[in-house]
């Protein structure tokens, strides 16, 4: 499949962040061409960027993608008694055709919204792998290890449920398996040990929830005598392939030993807001520390949407606040850790977060004929402040198009929608 978008500006985050008027040539699943002189080609789809902006698809890197059924299910409330009262109770009752629908929905506003990969961590992923193959969206899924029963399957199945899905879906272009102890306070140090043994046995990433509330932080140190940075670190988990969400209650040694461990951090700004952590991620010196950081939108139960231009404006704007210094984190930087940073966080800078020759066509459109997007004067100010998901009209991924000019190829809309609602209502009622 080819695509030729002509006529449009072209914000190509490689290492120059150079941007460009022109047109982009896309053949089979790789960018040929970003040219700031016209391209006379044929192509399956020629698409019309006159005052489009195009640029990377946005990277989530944190989220629990079914949740999306839960949206708006237990809002303002304290955060032990929203897991106990409404999430924990409606998860017992998850089964796989809810996770799918739940797992449609949720890609249904990711595409229609800019995300083109996201890193997940669930229930029922081989559920969730199949649904995402299927629309054409790339997901690193991480299968979920805990310490307890699952709505899927008992805790002593976990493990080598977990490797049958690693070796299924190992070698599958738009999906990467994941290995995902679900945090030091609900993983014992055997089912960490056990999941760094899978993780290196098969050379797949790692992803775990770190730190994400003081009341976390000091249960781990009660329980275990070190904070949970430490205990991952004593487990052999703090390495090069781990991706550690939230990070919200760090010190700066253990910025230090992150550093020096070679991980990463998602930082998901609006979801520790909501609920109320106490904390975000001290992203300014994980960024002078030189650790890798991506944005995450969380589950759309705590946060409660999956719109990364919303999580992009959050992000800039917490931290300005809290340091009393509009200079901190500025748009740029935001953008780098929407699209180059989320790539580095995931191990995939070499094919994506970025518009160049050779790379894969992982990339996004934004309609700029809107008046909240008038007059541009910067295109990246205008990423981070003005734009907003709505605003995203074509979506594509490894080089097709599931989204264009609003039109969803891979999925059914209104169909998706109906039975959403249907489920919610039943896992809710």
Same mark, same amino acid.
């Given at each position: 499949?080819?695509?030729?978008?002509?006529?449009?500006?072209?914000?190509?985050?490689?290492?120059?962040?150079?941007?460009? $008027?022109?047109?982009?040539?896309?053949?089979? $699943?790789?960018?040929?061409?970003?040219?700031?002189?016209?391209?006379?080609?044929?192509?399956?789809?020629?698409?019309?960027?006159?005052?489009?902006?195009?640029?990377?698809?946005?990277?989530?890197?944190?989220?629990?993608?079914?949740?999306?059924?839960?949206?708006?299910?237990?809002?303002?409330?304290?955060?032990?008694?929203?897991?106990?009262? *409404?999430?924990?109770?409606?998860?017992?009752?998850?089964?796989?055709?809810?996770?799918?629908?739940?797992?449609?929905?949720?890609?249904?506003?990711?595409?229609?919204?800019?995300?083109?990969?996201?890193?997940?961590?669930?229930?029922?992923?081989?559920?969730?792998?199949?649904?995402?193959?299927?629309?054409?969206?790339?997901?690193?899924?991480?299968?979920?290890?805990?310490?307890?029963?699952?709505?899927?399957?008992?805790?002593?199945?976990?493990?080598?449920?977990?490797?049958?899905?690693?070796?299924?879906?190992?070698?599958?272009? &738009?999906?990467?398996?994941?290995?995902?102890? $679900?945090?030091?306070?609900?993983?014992?140090?055997?089912?960490?040990?056990?999941?760094?043994?899978?993780?290196?046995?098969?050379?797949?990433?790692?992803?775990?929830?770190?730190?994400?509330? *003081?009341?976390?932080?000091?249960?781990?140190?009660?329980?275990?005598?070190?904070?949970?940075?430490?205990?991952?670190?004593?487990?052999?988990?703090?390495?090069?392939?781990?991706?550690?969400?939230?990070?919200?209650?760090?010190?700066?040694?253990?910025?230090?030993?992150?550093?020096?461990?070679?991980?990463?951090?998602? $930082?998901?700004?609006?979801?520790?807001?909501?609920?109320?952590?106490?904390?975000?991620?001290?992203?300014?010196?994980?960024?002078?520390?030189?650790?890798?950081?991506?944005?995450?939108?969380?589950?759309?139960?705590?946060?409660?949407?999956?719109?990364?231009?919303?999580?992009?404006?959050?992000?800039?704007?917490?931290?300005?606040?809290?340091?009393?210094?509009?200079?901190?984190?500025?748009?740029?930087?935001?953008?780098?850790?929407?699209?180059?940073?989320?790539?580095?966080? &995931?191990?995939?800078?070499?094919?994506?977060?970025?518009?160049?020759?050779?790379?894969?066509?992982?990339?996004?459109?934004?309609?700029?004929?809107?008046?909240?997007?008038?007059?541009?004067?910067?295109?990246?100010?205008?990423?981070?402040?003005?734009?907003?998901?709505?605003?995203?009209?074509?979506?594509?991924?490894?080089?097709?198009?599931?989204?264009?000019?609003?039109?969803?190829?891979?999925?059914?809309?209104?169909?998706?929608?109906?039975?959403?609602?249907?489920?919610?209502?039943?896992?809710?009622?």
């Amino acid at each position: 499949m080819s695509i030729l978008i002509k006529n449009t500006t072209i914000l190509t985050q490689n290492d120059s962040r150079r941007q460009i $008027h022109g047109d982009v040539y896309i053949d089979d $699943h790789v960018i040929v061409e970003c040219s700031n002189t016209p391209l006379s080609l044929e192509a399956d789809y020629k698409i019309d960027g006159t005052n489009k902006l195009v640029l990377p698809g946005l990277i989530n890197t944190h989220t629990h993608i079914p949740m999306t059924l839960f949206r708006g299910y237990g809002d303002d409330m304290l955060l032990g008694d929203w897991l106990a009262q *409404r999430i924990w109770p409606v998860e017992a009752k998850l089964d796989k055709k809810a996770v799918e629908i739940g797992t449609e929905l949720g890609l249904l506003e990711m595409i229609s919204s800019g995300t083109t990969s996201f890193l997940d961590m669930y229930f029922f992923e081989e559920a969730i792998a199949k649904v995402t193959e299927r629309v054409g969206m790339r997901g690193f899924l991480g299968f979920a290890l805990i310490d307890f029963d699952t709505p899927e399957y008992g805790a002593e199945e976990l493990i080598p449920q977990c490797e049958q899905f690693i070796r299924r879906w190992k070698n599958n272009p &738009l999906i990467s398996p994941v290995i995902a102890p $679900h945090s030091t306070y609900s993983c014992k140090p055997e089912t960490l040990q056990n999941a760094l043994e899978i993780a290196a046995r098969y050379h797949v990433p790692l992803h775990t929830h770190c730190s994400e509330t *003081r009341d976390e932080v000091y249960d781990v140190e009660k329980k275990y005598g070190v904070r949970p940075v430490e205990q991952l670190k004593k487990q052999g988990l703090l390495q090069k392939n781990t991706i550690l969400a939230h990070c919200g209650w760090i010190t700066k040694n253990e910025i230090l030993d992150m550093k020096n461990a070679g991980v990463s951090v998602s $930082h998901c700004p609006v979801s520790n807001m909501k609920i109320a952590t106490g904390g975000f991620a001290p992203i300014p010196e994980l960024l002078d520390a030189h650790v890798p950081v991506g944005l995450g939108t969380d589950g759309a139960a705590s946060n409660n949407t999956l719109d990364m231009f919303e999580t992009m404006k959050f992000c800039a704007l917490i931290h300005k606040n809290h340091r009393w210094d509009p200079t901190v984190l500025p748009a740029h930087t935001v953008v780098d850790l929407a699209t180059r940073g989320g790539a580095t966080a &995931l191990g995939v800078q070499h094919t994506l977060g970025s518009l160049e020759e050779g790379k894969t066509a992982d990339l996004i459109m934004i309609d700029l004929k809107k008046p909240h997007l008038t007059p541009l004067h910067d295109p990246i100010s205008h990423l981070v402040y003005a734009v907003r998901g709505t605003d995203v009209c074509t979506t594509i991924v490894n080089g097709t198009p599931l989204m264009l000019e609003k039109e969803f190829l891979t999925i059914d809309l209104e169909k998706t929608l109906e039975l959403s609602k249907k489920i919610a209502l039943e896992l809710t009622s």
